[in-house]
């Protein structure tokens, strides 16, 4: 999953998306709505956690914009204002959910996950291949049923590969879905986070790596290298 937090008080948004990456969600940010709506031109977002009263640019021209622009991005509008009012505007601006400040992060998580969840079509919540498992509700992962102590970012990849199903994911494309934006493509993240992510899920291996290609999560333990 991916976020674009759009927050301009800045220690709320850094608090939020630091949240979340902890949470295995790779989330960016912006704080304004312009710079908003430029990120969105740029790349896709699963969810926007949308401040309403922003300066410049207002939430509510910004979720327009989203809706004009023909996203399949959720929205999770923030208001400092709990009033009837407020709550029958969000939706028909086009916000999926709303949430009055100050909130709980669990709070803020689980609007997030649901709202994630609605982007595609209904993906489980429980995906398992070669005795390998992701909860993404719960965010556990297991190998054998043996709970696998994973960072965010190894929980991230490994989600990535099983949802995948096989097929080769490219290490780019692995960046694009787990990383947040200011990461470079030139760094060798992708290559350490495999390699611990193996270390981890033990033997036999079960990641491959494609040479040229990627990585893929094999059919059967013993068939990674």
């Given amino acids: 999953m991916r976020v674009l937090v759009v927050e301009d008080e800045e220690f709320l948004a850094e608090t939020i998306a630091a949240g979340l990456r902890r949470d295995a969600i790779a989330a960016d940010i912006a704080h304004d709505g312009r710079a908003a709506l430029a990120k969105m031109r740029l790349g896709a977002y699963d969810v926007l956690v949308l401040d309403r009263e922003l300066t410049g640019l207002h939430g509510d021209d910004v979720c327009r914009h989203v809706m004009e622009m023909g996203l399949l991005t959720r929205v999770l509008m923030l208001t400092a204002s709990g009033t009837v009012h407020d709550r029958v505007a969000g939706p028909g601006l086009g916000a999926d959910d709303y949430l009055t400040k100050p909130f709980a992060y669990e709070e803020l998580l689980a609007r997030v996950l649901a ?111």
Avoid: M
Wanted: aromatic fraction near 4%.
């Fill in 115 to 225: 709202l994630g969840r609605r982007t595609g079509p209904g993906l489980p919540q429980v995906i398992e291949r070669a005795g390998v498992a992701v909860d993404t509700g719960r965010r556990l992962a297991l190998r054998d049923g043996r709970p696998l102590p994973l960072s965010p970012t190894e929980f991230g990849v490994l989600e990535v590969l099983l949802r995948a199903q096989g097929a080769v994911v490219s290490g780019d494309d692995l960046i694009e879905e787990v990383w947040e934006e200011h990461i470079s493509y030139r760094t060798n993240a992708v290559r350490v986070t495999l390699s611990t992510l193996r270390a981890k899920l033990g033997d036999p291996p079960v990641i491959e790596t494609v040479p040229g290609a990627g990585y893929r999560l094999c059919d059967r333990p013993g068939g990674g290298r």
